[in-house]
């Protein structure tokens, strides 16, 4: 099985930076992605970490370090439209696609 | 616009009823899921259909039943639901079983009284 941990809500002004933690435990690591999903919308695919280190797409940046069993989802020059919950999600072994979600993280952007 | 579209968008049923749900994917991929989307509680993985291939979760009860005709369309048959079966219902396709990327739809959100 496997245990996920983020935040459950966080606030950050607008222009600024956040930084979304995630922790896991499980077996057979295989791949750690992050979603956004906006209220009363579907979840987005923002990004896939499989090895160590740092991918940076845009104004946003997920890290991951295996050892630790600890992500995080860098967001830059925070705008009003980032106000979304964040989901962590581990993929495990060999299980294709069945990621299993932590609680998500709701980012409120304020002015 | 999304690619992957479910109907109804909201649904409201007693608990003696049969409903379904219904999602089609229009991005040409091969695998198909159906996740539940609690208040305050993880998205969870109910079933993944894979080049005809199903795959569940067995802590899914029976009264939910899956059924996917050909790897475009995916349903959800409700039967004898229980109030603590009211949630969000997304579905989800990716191009294969380890692409990495689920493309979701926005939802049915079902009531059950």
């Known amino acids: 099985g496997q245990n996920i941990d983020q935040p459950t809500e966080m606030t950050a002004t607008e222009g600024a930076i956040v930084q979304i933690n995630c922790t896991y435990q499980?077996?057979?690591?295989?791949?750690l992605f992050w979603y956004q999903q906006h209220a009363g919308e579907a979840p987005t695919f923002l990004s896939y970490?499989?090895?160590?280190g740092l991918e940076e797409k845009g104004r946003f940046s997920s890290f991951l370090s295996r050892s630790k069993g600890y992500s995080y989802l860098l967001l830059k020059e925070l705008q009003m439209k980032d106000s979304a919950s964040y989901l962590c999600?581990?993929?495990?072994?060999?299980?294709?696609?069945?990621?299993?979600f932590g609680g998500g993280t709701r980012l409120m952007v304020k002015p | 616009e999304t690619g992957v579209t479910q109907t109804p968008r909201h649904l409201v049923m007693g608990m003696t009823n049969k409903k379904s749900l219904k999602c089609e994917q229009h991005?040409?991929?091969?695998?198909m899921y159906w996740y539940k989307q609690s208040a305050k509680k993880p998205l969870e993985l109910m079933f993944v259909?894979?080049?005809?291939?199903?795959?569940e979760n067995n802590s899914v009860p029976s009264r939910f039943s899956p059924e996917c005709p050909n790897s475009s369309h995916l349903f959800l048959h409700l039967h004898t639901l229980q109030p603590e079966d009211s949630a969000l219902y997304l579905c989800?396709?990716?191009?294969?079983?380890?692409?990495?990327?689920?493309?979701f739809g926005e939802g049915s959100r079902l009531t059950v009284l």
């Open positions: 989800a396709s990716s191009q294969g079983r380890s692409s990495g990327e689920l493309f």
């Open positions: 499980t077996s057979g690591f295989n791949g």
């Open positions: 970490n499989v090895l160590d």
């Open positions: 999600a581990v993929r495990e072994g060999d299980a294709g696609n069945m990621l299993t």
């Open positions: 991005l040409g991929h091969n695998a």
């Open positions: 259909y894979s080049l005809e291939e199903r795959v």
